[in-house]
Nanobody
Framework: QVQLVESGGGLVQAGGSLRLSCAAS????????MGWFRRVPGKEREFVAR????????YYADSVKGRFTISRDNAKNTAYLQMNNLKPEDTAVYYC??????????????????WGQGTQVTVSS
């Protein structure tokens, strides 16, 4: 079992920045690729970003590429999502997820094994 807890969400103006954190516990953090997803009320969760176990490879949704950066610190058992130049359409609940497989840019919800409870990000115009 892996427990994931997100933090760092809040209210920010368009063009501003936020840094989300995902703290992991339970099993060896470095054995999992990590992903970030987001969900708007009434819609399904969508893929945002993914990082490999070593941190050497990253993947991004087209909508956030160039603005968001996913990273991890395995010594701290924590993954991050740096969100710059935020737009109102980025408003959502953001979830981190862990995947025990480290194959390519996996984007499907069913491909991830563990999920956090989410943190709200609201971007005002």
């Amino acid at each position: 079992q892996v427990q994931l807890v997100e933090s760092g969400g809040g209210l920010v103006q368009a063009g501003g920045s936020l840094r989300l954190s995902c703290a992991a516990s339970g099993r060896t953090f470095s054995n999992y690729a990590m992903g970030w997803f987001r969900r708007v009320p009434g819609k399904e969760r969508e893929f945002v970003a993914r990082i490999s176990r070593s941190g050497g490879t990253t993947y991004y949704a087209d909508s956030v590429k160039g603005r968001f950066t996913i990273s991890r610190d395995n010594a701290k058992n924590t993954a991050y999502l740096q969100m710059n130049n935020l737009k109102p359409e980025d408003t959502a609940v953001y979830y981190c997820a862990a995947d025990r497989l480290d194959w390519g840019g996996r984007k499907k919800i069913s491909e991830y094994d563990y999920w956090g409870q989410g943190t709200q990000v609201t971007v005002s115009s």
